[in-house]
């Protein structure tokens, strides 16, 4: 079982929280936190794995995570989940993000999280593994947001055109986020 | 209003939406949180508007904040109301944002029950449904409560039928949530779910094994039967996930089921070989492991490939290479020494989780010889250690691996108090708590280091300001706690008992916490009687005016503190010491009473002794012993004293040393003491569940402290310490490097001289190092009488997965379905709700049906077999019991059968499951494979065609009898197994059985009597004498002689024994010779005994515990003149060749005047025909058989037969050789059947002029050979037809 998935940056802010089991929101907060220190004090070239986060689990439980540019992917996992495989399905779902997205970085991240949610449900359903196969990930995916493009249809019409102003001034503003650089993952060595 | 609604719509355009949110609150970073309380206003806002495109907007955005910690529960109507939405677009935010805040206590989550049916429900509409229910099942996922699982527990088992993989995955994977909180539906659910093992779509099948195996981990037993179906799944799944999830299953199965681990070895090693995949391989590493730990090739195997694994550049794979080691270590230890420098060379990884997994590893590397070298190792890299949780983790693994087991690697204990010592120089540790246990242990359990340790801790309270000072911020004060007792406890032990008491009366103590500062009262008092005692004696009146102007003066400052036991123990320490002060003023010396005080071993208290006292019968510990008002008296309040002065947080320094915190009852006079400790002494001794320390602490109690007889080094401290007060463990190291033998070690040193004397000979060391342990630990342990140690303890944790810990083997009861909701239907017919589910319910019992009706089937025919042959009835011989009443017993039975098909088909299925397992579990690779693994419908139809529907057609499972080897097995109808609890079902088989018989007691006619039998385990017997199967689907219509393939074992003048070889039809490697043993004799034979030289390739089936000389005991006395059959299971391993088997019977024969014990000795053939199974077979399979080119084995005879036709002798080679006409043209017929091994046999028969030729083909030379010699005989044997 997956207990958790914590995805944060480098400074530990949230981008995408699932657990699995139900913690009340400042427990969620302190969780992260714990977490973001015990990874963050680790070098890229260690071990993926990690015990005694006392927050989160207990002995049966261990933390997979894998560190992409700015941006940790963190699983919280109990000894029934293989911990190579575990590996492999982050590798997966950061891999989906990057063809949903197109070279996914952090700000697809911060600006679509319901969809990143989305994704994420596709792989993984109620703490447990639920397809690993990324073509079908994808299609899943697809057909859903095709779904969603007919129902917005004519009726959204006024809101895209709104959202469409907003969005022309993204470009400038983004000048303005002093945030350090977000190389595309598809460049990055796992 | 249109306008209105419109101009609505059009502001809301203008609202924020999810990305606008994110922005500003980039935009806002000082003052975050009071723009996200600007933001969360009007979120409150939208979500009072009717437009569900708004509701859905705000709640996409309260998703995103509940992410950054703020709570939106109150929002939770909200959330249901977009939840639905008919709008996929709008449900997927609903669900999103309920997935992630809603939980079990969440109140509105019973509205949601009818909106996920109903999403459910309407599945398969189009592909939006699809989605919608997809979306649902997600969410659901998340938030189920136990309500919601009992309520859709029906609904989701529909879905997991759906034509939609997409569902059908979702469906089934949300079932083990299900479980979870529903665990009643597990039973009823649990065919589907294995229905769905081999769904057609990949992702179904890997779901359905996912959620098999997280039910299997907590519960591994119950799934055993499942194996060979995850077997095939194994060879057959190309999905890495999938194989991994089942190789971790049956690393979870293997344990409980030793065969299993062997049919194992093979696919596993062949993966571990062959995989390129490292998440597989080591998941297979993993399995071998757990369940096949005694295959030492294979263990040695994986450890190859962890060695591999760890010196793998790649940190993931060393870390879990290591991980698996610790694994192996458990179980083979010597196969991981081997590997000690890599593990070693862990420990200096950069990588903190590698260094920890090699941590563990170290456990098991350390030996006698290596403990020291090891161990400073450890200290070098505690000192370097920046973190504190890896230099805790040191720590704590330095105390483990010297003191497992029982301190059995540390030869010397000096080093060993060194290094405690030196430990404590730690700074920040959260352990001081257990070196201070461990400085406790070691003290008080080696005698010889005692005055070493003494002197240690002497030191450490010298300079305990040093470690007093940050009381605050560490747990390492504690071990001043331990220093305190010892120097205490053991204070004839000091060097200068008047500087240690000074010591412990330094101001600067009042820093520590309150329990270490009240064990130092406790151990000044015991101090000051030593040094008051020792003064008196040497009569040196100054120092000890000067002692009690210290105590005097400085006591005070523990009067005033603040902790409670402190003060009062300070006080009467005070009033004490003030006390004597004014008894010595008028002369009396009051030191040796006072020492009487402390006098006395102490033994360690188990930690468990207090809660394993027995209560005694009779006593209510609830009853009040004295009425509550009155103070109970002091004597009460030492035995239970246990807590009486502990305080919240203490006890666990205490724990094992109450005994010393009893001793505290202030003020008693010297006289009230020693009356009231006699008296005690009493009580003890006739006190029946207080402990009787034999030997040691007996002669002790009363005050001759033989201090002299324990083996005590002195130590010449002149010699200087590196650190003040600090002894270093590195001399020891040398110390052992240097001396060439343990025993001389002292001599050669110069700052030991001492008169330390070794007990020689009181070590038996027996480890493979020589290196002896200079210290005896003692091990002796106060606990009340008879309890046992072991460390079980009996917590009754309320564990969901103990609930799901059920039989999924038996079939579900008429109770047991999944509640449907039927108290929402009106009683209204068109109501769609009430329909749906009324047909769902039926759709679900149909499937229960289907099984029973098979069931219901056979018992059909059985009872039109019954009412055939009824007219028959009276004249047949009783078959079930030798008494008279046959037909009363027959009517119970019929009755009993009709009244309970039920229950008979509950055992009947039990059986065949467990044989099922059996079966695939014994069974070669081979017939798995072509069986289809363990398929017992396959079995079933086999036997069905080849019986033809003549005979009863059943398929008559065996039960397994006892848990391993002895498992006897049938033919189809030749007889039954039972267990003597499946009574039913016994009656049952014997009553369709007999109606059998009857038929073909017309053809033949012998009679036999039966006596009663009894059924012990292990050995079968059958209700009837029993006909070959080969003789029921014989399409002869000729007249045969009477054939009796029961051969003449032996005879003698008492006894007669016949018997007749079966073949097992489940077993490769099993034959069942059934023996008739007829008494000729008008006395009673008993104690039979059955015994069979066993040869290399066949031996006798003995059960478990039995050697293989053995005699095997024949379960049932032979009255008189009466015979009863035995079966004996005989293992063969080759069988192309006859085997001849030499034996003994030994019986007693019982007469009038006494009884004799006698003997027969027979020879047991076993011809190869008799390994011969009868199988159907087609006559184009029998041609492509022949022209498949396997049969390389060829041979012909010819035997010369007279006028005897060929159908004849068809008749006989089928009845006696198990053979089978395939085809018969005018005069020559083909003939085939299969051996047990699977070899085929195909015989050719042609006649001419009297002379038969055989043609024979097969597989096997000598097998065939073999054959045809038994075709031979049979044919010379056969006679001319009686007509």
């Not at chain 2, 049956?250 to 049919?263: C, V």
């Not at chain 2, 329990?515 to 406790?522: K, L, T």
């Not at chain 2, 005692?533 to 000890?544: A, M």
């Not at chain 2, 060829?1194 to 009845?1215: M, T």
């Amino acid at each position: 079982m997956i207990k958790a998935i914590l995805v944060f940056n480098n400074h530990g802010k949230p981008r995408v929280l699932k657990f699995y089991q139900f913690y009340p929101e400042d427990l969620q907060q302190q969780i992260v936190r714990e977490t973001f220190h015990l990874v963050s004090k680790r070098d890229d070239n260690v071990c993926n794995f990690l015990e005694g986060g006392t927050l989160i689990g207990g002995s049966d439980f261990k933390l997979i995570y894998r560190h992409y540019a700015t941006l940790y992917f963190v699983f919280c996992v109990d000894s029934s989940e293989s911990e190579l495989g575990i590996l492999d399905l982050i590798q997966v779902f950061v891999e989906t993000l990057d063809k949903c997205f197109e070279n996914v970085c952090e700000l697809d991240l911060i600006f679509h999280m319901d969809k990143v949610h989305y994704i994420l449900g596709e792989l993984v359903m109620g703490g447990m593994v639920l397809e690993t196969n990324m073509t079908e990930i994808i299609t899943r995916i697809e057909e859903q947001a095709k779904l969603e493009k007919q129902e917005a249809g004519i009726s959204a019409a006024p809101a895209r055109a709104v959202s469409a102003v907003k969005e022309m001034n993204i470009p400038q503003k983004f000048k303005d986020i002093k945030l350090p650089d977000l190389p595309s993952i598809g460049n990055l060595k796992f | 209003m249109a306008l209105k609604k419109v101009k609505g719509t059009l502001e809301r355009v203008l609202d924020k939406n999810l990305q606008d949110l994110v922005r500003g609150i980039r935009n806002h970073k000082e003052n975050e949180s009071k723009y996200i309380a600007e933001c969360i206003d009007e979120i409150k806002q939208e979500l009072k508007q009717d437009n569900l495109a708004i509701k859905a907007n705000a709640v996409n955005k309260l998703a995103y904040l509940q992410m950054l910690g703020y709570d939106i529960s109150w929002a939770a109507f909200n959330i249901i109301e977009v939840m639905s939405s008919t709008k996929f677009t709008f449900k997927r935010v609903g669900y999103l944002a309920a997935s992630q805040c809603f939980h079990d206590g969440t109140d509105v989550l019973m509205l949601t029950t009818n909106m996920i049916r109903k999403e459910f429900v309407n599945s398969d509409m189009s592909s939006v449904n699809t989605y919608d229910a997809g979306v649902a099942l997600s969410g659901l996922s998340c938030f189920i409560t136990s309500d919601l699982a009992r309520d859709l527990a029906n609904d989701i088992m529909t879905l997991m039928t759906s034509s939609k993989p997409y569902l059908r995955k979702k469906a089934v994977l949300i079932m083990y949530k299900v479980f979870l909180q529903f665990p009643e539906a597990l039973r009823p659910a649990f065919p589907r779910l294995k229905e769905k093992l081999e769904d057609p779509d990949p992702g179904v099948q890997s779901a359905a094994v996912n959620v098999i195996c997280e039910l299997a981990r907590k519960n591994p037993k119950n799934y055993l039967s499942l194996a060979p179906l995850f077997f095939k799944l194994m060879t057959t799944s190309t999905n890495n996930w999938v194989l991994i999830k089942i190789i971790k299953l049956f690393g979870a199965l293997t344990p409980l089921e030793p065969r299993l681990g062997k049919k194992l070895i093979e696919p596993l090693t062949n993966l571990i070989h062959s995989t390129s995949a490292m998440s597989l391989l080591y998941e297979c590493i993993n399995t071998v492991i757990a369940g096949i730990p005694n295959h030492s090739a294979s263990i040695q195997l994986c450890v190859q490939k962890l060695r591999i694994l760890i010196e793998d550049s790649d940190q993931n794979l060393k870390y879990l290479g290591l991980l698996a080691m610790s694994r192996i270590l458990a179980t083979h230890p010597k196969s991981v020494q081997g590997h000690k420098d890599l593990i070693l060379q862990c420990l200096d990884d950069k990588d903190e989780s590698i260094r920890l997994r090699a941590l563990d590893l170290l456990y098991g590397m350390v030996t006698k010889k290596n403990l020291m070298e090891i161990v400073k190792k450890l200290m070098v890299h505690m000192d370097k250690a920046e973190g504190s949780h890896y230099r805790d983790e040191l720590l704590s693994k330095i105390v483990q691996i010297c003191s497992q087991s029982n301190y059995q690697f540390v030869t010397n204990f000096e080093w060993y108090v060194s290094i405690l010592v030196e430990l404590t120089r730690m700074e920040s540790t959260r352990h001081g708590g257990l070196i201070a246990a461990q400085m406790l242990d070691v003290a008080i359990r080696v005698q010889a280091i005692r005055h070493f340790a003494v002197s240690q801790m002497a030191i450490l309270l010298e300079n305990s300001h040093l470690l007093a000072n940050n009381s605050q911020r560490n747990g390492i004060c504690e071990v001043l706690y331990a220093a305190a007792w010892i120097c205490g406890e053991f204070s004839e032990h000091l060097k200068n008992p008047q500087q240690t008491l000074e010591a412990m009366l330094r101001p600067k103590l009042t820093s520590l916490p309150g329990h270490i500062q009240s064990i130092y009262v406790q151990n000044l008092l015991k101090l000051y009687c030593k040094v008051l005692r020792r003064l008196e004696d040497e009569k040196d009146e100054d120092s000890l005016a000067q002692v009690h102007t210290t105590l005097q003066e400085k006591l005070p400052i523990f009067v005033q503190s603040g902790d409670l036991e402190v003060q009062e123990r300070a006080c009467s320490m005070l009033a004490l010491v003030k006390y004597v002060i004014k008894i010595r003023e008028k002369g009396v010396s009051v030191g040796d009473e006072l020492a009487q005080l402390y006098a006395g071993e102490l033994n360690p208290v188990a930690a468990k002794a207090q809660r394993k006292v027995p209560v005694p019968e009779g006593l209510d510990l609830d009853a009040w012993i004295n009425q509550p008002e009155s103070d109970s008296s002091e004597e009460e309040g030492e035995i239970m004293g246990v807590g009486f002065f502990s305080t919240v947080g203490s006890e666990e320094h205490r724990s094992s040393y109450q005994v010393e915190s009893m001793r505290n009852t202030p003020e008693p006079t010297p006289e009230e003491m020693d009356k009231r400790r006699e008296a005690r002494r009493v009580e003890q001794e006739h006190n029946p569940h207080y402990l009787k320390d034999e030997g040691r602490g007996k002669k002790s109690r009363k005050g001759n402290n033989d201090v002299s007889g324990i083996p005590v080094a002195a130590i010449d401290l002149s010699v200087p310490l590196h650190v003040p007060g600090l002894s270093s463990s590195d001399k020891y190291m040398q110390l052992d490097d240097t001396k060439p033998e343990g025993r001389s070690r002292k001599e050669g040193k110069g700052h030991k001289k001492g008169k330390k004397k070794r007990r020689k000979g009181k070590h038996s060391e027996s480890e493979e190092d020589d290196v002896e342990q200079l210290h005896a630990v003692s091990t002796v342990y106060d606990a009340p009488e008879g309890v046992d140690n072991s460390d079980k303890e009996d917590d009754d944790n309320k564990d969901p997965y103990k609930m799901l810990d059920m039989n999924l083997d038996a079939p579900l009861r008429d109770d047991e379905a999944l509640p449907v909701r039927t108290h929402r239907i009106v009683l209204d017919d068109g109501h769609p709700e009430g329909a749906k589910a009324a047909t769902e319910d039926k759709h679900k019992k149909k499937h229960k049906k289907d099984k029973d009706k098979k069931e219901k089937k056979k018992s059909k025919k059985e009872k039109k077999k019954r009412s055939k042959s009824e007219s028959h009835e009276e004249n047949g011989p009783s078959l079930l019991l030798a008494t008279g009443g046959e037909e009363g017993e027959e009517a119970a039975a019929v009755n009993n059968m009709e009244e309970m098909p039920e229950e008979n088909q509950v055992h009947e299925n039990n059986t065949e499951k467990g044989d099922d397992l059996d079966f695939w579990l014994s069974g070669n690779d081979a017939a798995v494979q072509k069986q289809g693994a363990g398929d017992v419908s396959a079995n079933g139809s086999a036997n069905v065609e080849e019986n033809g529907g003549a005979a009863a057609a059943r398929t008559v499972p065996t039960v397994k009898v006892s848990a391993a080897e002895v498992v006897l097995t049938t033919d189809e109808e030749d007889h039954m197994h039972m267990d003597a609890e499946e009574k039913p079902k016994k009656k049952k088989d014997k009553k369709s059985k007999k109606e059998k018989e009857k038929k073909e007691k017309k053809k033949k006619k012998s009679k036999e009597k039966r006596s009663e039998y009894i059924e012990p385990e292990g050995i079968t017997t059958p209700s009837k004498e029993n006909l070959p199967p080969s003789q029921v689907p014989t399409p002869m219509e000729v007249k045969l002689p009477p054939m009796s393939s029961y051969r003449l074992l032996a005879e003698n003048s008492s006894v007669k024994l016949t018997y007749e070889v079966r073949i097992n039809h489940q077993r490769s490697n099993q034959i069942v010779v059934s023996i008739v043993f007829a008494n000729l004799t008008s006395h009673t034979l008993k104690d039979l005994e059955f015994n069979v030289l066993d040869t290399l390739n066949t031996k006798l089936v003995r059960g478990m515990g039995h050697s293989n000389s053995d005699a095997v005991k024949v379960p049932f006395t032979l009255p008189a003149g009466t015979q009863n059959e035995g079966q004996f299971a005989f293992g063969v391993e080759e069988i192309t060749a006859p085997q001849k088997l030499r034996g003994t019977l030994t019986y007693i024969l019982k007469s009038a005047d006494g009884s004799s014990h006698e003997k027969v000795d027979f020879k047991i053939n076993l011809p190869c025909s008799s390994y011969l199974l009868t199988l159907p077979c087609k006559s184009e399979d029998f041609a492509d058989l022949l022209g498949s080119g396997d049969l390389t084995a060829k041979s012909s005879i010819n035997v010369a037969v007279e006028a005897v036709p060929l159908s004849h002798i068809l008749a006989r080679l089928s009845f006696f050789l198990h053979l089978r006409v395939v085809e018969q043209v005018g005069d020559s017929a083909s003939l085939f059947s299969r051996s047990i091994q699977d070899h085929p046999v195909c015989l050719l028969l042609k006649m001419s002029n009297g002379e038969l030729t055989v043609d024979g083909k097969s597989t096997d030379n000598s097998f065939l050979s073999n054959i045809l010699e038994d075709v031979r005989i049979v044919c010379s044997e056969t006679t001319a037809p009686v007509s």
